[in-house]
């Protein structure tokens, strides 16, 4: 009978491996079949951990140690066993002792609360644990400043980063470092787009920089403006080396707020007869709000600019006989007869000009009767050049020389002469001013003539209301048209003697040219619109006296004329401008200008009490315009200031009332 041979239980158990129980170390335990059995046979679940040959070694030849407690201050000990000695070894911190406490440190700790501590990072609403065992370990009753967990985590993720310096100019690099881009990202902000810092030199520089206040760039300014350190710093960093720099430019904090709310303006020409535009940029607006001057100046178009730099001063003969000088006929000059279609201004030369100003008339005796007459500057001139012979007799015996001399002998017969002859003077005290050097527009020879052989004639005296040219509705042609239906017994002939720019005061410098050299029956004269726009240039207070004075002066001069004429004063019709000069919608008034509206006003009332008292009667075309309402008076308007057909019908009618009414011709 054959035997059979049984192994052990054992053998149902196989050998099996686990990791050594010493935490940190890599090491395997090697466990039989039969340690196996006899785990499961002592009712343990898993074999028990067991440690390595090499830690069990290791193990045997280490000794507990008492280590110093960790809380600061403590002279207590703490056991350090071999277990713990061991572990540390497997780390990698063989006889490094951790940190540890005393029992007496340790029975405090757990009476200790763990609070929650904000983030460190600026802009960060999380907080950290505050742990008893930092509690203990800290040196103080305060929590350090430490970073939250998902800082933490966030700041192991970010590099130190190099950066242009802010400084232009500078080409050295600033160093953004982790935390700075942590706490830029916790304020909300994209790394994109980092912050714009300063390298160490330039930061030292700028340290020892100071504002300065410097002066305002614009002219007629007396504010100023900071020089900052850090513009100083920019304008160091661009100046070669040796030079000296240059500082900054710019406006104080006044004349750049009006630089900024102020608008570019588009201002129609300042050329009669150019229907162009310039822009008033907010640069010239600001320097001439600084001079006090915040209307807008006189400006040519950049069409009449251009025009103008295609023209040359030119020089014409003077336009006294005899003379060889010339004068120049400048481009302003000739842009401006050019738009108005005016041929070229007879004028003086220089040298006569002179002559006239510095001569003065010189009293002769008669070498006939003794008589002490006037040898005129005028007729000084003429003797001078030649023209004229210096006079040897005085009036009375020049027209006894005259009577007594036979007349010549004739084939031809004689033409009759007109009943009145126009002598125009061709130089005065209207040379004095550009505005009244020129003559009349409508002075022409054709009216001249005209003149000469009219049964009534009347000079209507005035600015740009009364001037008017060929394309506008124009009063004083009007005027004579309802004259001569109310005077059927002679021709009635009127001179448009009206001067844009011209004022009372300058009136009176043309009255022997435009005026006595006509001897007219009746002056009609109205100023009182470029009297209110000199009042808005000036001081109105002290303007407003001045121009009764010369209202008064006006008057005196025409009636010591050596043929009195007849006057009438027209205040003429009212005005409508706009606050900024753009007068495309004066009907609709959405920014009257009130200051020249009240000036107008003051002028009109002054006006019309000087007449009063100098006793000369007025037609007062703004009340009559008014009369029957703001909106009827507008419907005579064809402009912001000047009438239209019907307007000008009107004014005529009233006028021509008023000198019936008057017996101012007869």
């Known amino acids: 009978m054959n035997s059979v041979v049984f192994g052990s239980l054992g053998d149902f158990f196989p050998d099996t491996e686990q990791p050594c129980r010493i935490r940190g170390c890599k090491n395997k335990v090697h466990i039989s079949g039969e340690r196996s059995m006899y785990s499961k046979t002592d009712g343990r679940e898993r074999s028990d951990r067991l440690m390595c040959d090499e830690c069990f070694a290791l193990f045997q030849t280490l000794q507990d140690q008492e280590v110093a407690c960790s809380t600061p201050g403590c002279d207590g000990k703490w056991t350090w066993n071999r277990f713990q000695q061991l572990e540390a070894h497997a780390r990698g911190k063989d006889g490094e002792p951790p940190h540890g406490f005393c029992e007496k440190c340790r029975e405090a700790m757990k009476q200790k609360e763990e609070p929650q501590v904000p983030c460190r990072v600026k802009g960060c609403k999380n907080t950290w644990t505050w742990t008893r065992r930092m509690q203990q370990e800290s040196k103080s009753d305060k929590p350090p400043h430490r970073l939250c967990d998902e800082c933490f985590h966030t700041l192991q993720t970010l590099t130190d980063r190099e950066m242009p310096c ?12 982790k935390m700075q881009q942590l706490e830029w990202l916790k304020s909300g902000k994209s790394l994109d787009k980092p912050p714009a810092r300063m390298c160490p030199e330039c930061l030292k520089q700028y340290a020892g920089l100071k504002p300065v206040e410097q002066p305002c760039r614009m002219k007629g ?58 822009v008033w940029t907010r640069a010239m607006q600001l320097g001439g709000h600084l001079h006090g001057h915040d209307d807008p100046p006189y400006h040519l178009c950049p069409a009449c600019q251009e025009k103008l730099k295609t023209l040359q001063p030119k020089q014409m003969p003077c336009c006294e006989p005899g003379c060889q000088g010339t004068w120049t006929y400048e481009p302003a000059e000739q842009l401006k007869d050019e738009l108005q279609k005016r041929k070229p201004p007879r004028r003086h030369c220089p040298e006569c000009m002179e002559f006239l100003k510095s001569q003065a008339p010189e009293a002769l005796h008669c070498e006939k009767c003794g008589a002490e007459f006037t040898w005129s500057v005028q007729e000084q001139l003429m003797t001078k050049l030649g023209t004229f012979q210096k006079p040897r007799f005085c009036a009375n015996c020049n027209a006894e020389e005259l009577a007594a001399m036979p007349p010549p002998p004739s084939v031809i017969t004689p033409v009759a002469k007109p009943p009145f002859e126009v002598k125009v003077p061709t130089g005065g005290p209207w040379n004095e001013s550009p505005v009244t050097r020129d003559w009349p527009d409508g002075l022409t020879q054709e009216l001249i003539s005209r003149m000469e052989h009219a049964a009534r004639r009347v ?37 448009n003697a009206g001067m844009p720019g011209c004022t009372t005061e300058l009136a009176i410098l043309r009255l022997m040219r435009d005026v006595e050299a006509f001897a007219p029956h009746l002056v009609v004269f109205s100023f009182a619109f470029e009297d209110a726009m000199k009042a808005r240039n000036a001081n109105a207070n002290e303007e407003l006296p001045k121009l009764a004075g010369d209202f008064h002066a006006l008057v ?3 009636r010591a004329v050596p043929e009195p004429p007849q006057l009438l004063c027209l205040l003429p019709n009212p005005i409508y401008p706009q606050r900024d000069g753009a007068n495309d919608d004066w009907r609709a008034n959405a920014r009257p200008d009130e200051e020249l509206l009240g000036l107008y006003d003051a002028v009109l009332r002054t006006q019309r009490a000087c007449a009063k008292e100098d006793e000369v009667p007025i037609v007062d075309g703004k009340a009559l315009f008014e009369l029957v309402g703001a909106r009827t008076a507008m419907a005579g308007m064809g402009a912001w200031n000047r009438p239209n057909v019907a307007g000008c019908e009107n004014l005529a ?10 017996a101012l011709l007869k």
């Not at 048209?481 to 002679?490: A, S």
């Not at 009618?653 to 008057?662: E, G, K, M, P, Q």
């Open 221 to 278: 300014c007396k504010n100023t403006w900071t020089y900052t350190p850090y513009d100083q710093l920019e304008v160091l960093k661009h100046t070669p080396e040796g030079q000296e720099p240059v500082p900054l430019q710019r406006m104080c904090r006044s004349c750049l707020d009006f630089f900024n709310h102020a608008k570019d303006r588009e201002l129609p020409c300042s050329n009669r007869g150019c229907d162009g535009k310039w």
């Open 459 to 495: 000079v209507c005296l005035g600015d740009c209301l009364t001037a008017a040219s060929a394309e506008e509705p124009s009063w004083v042609a009007e005027l004579e048209n309802q004259l001569n239906e109310k005077f059927t017994d002679g021709r009635a002939v009127v001179l």
């Open 653 to 662: 009618r009233w006028l021509t009332d008023a000198i019936a009414t008057n």
């Open 166 to 177: 802010r400084i232009k100019g500078c080409g050295a690099k600033v160093v953004w470092t």
């Open 556 to 558: 005196r001069a025409l």
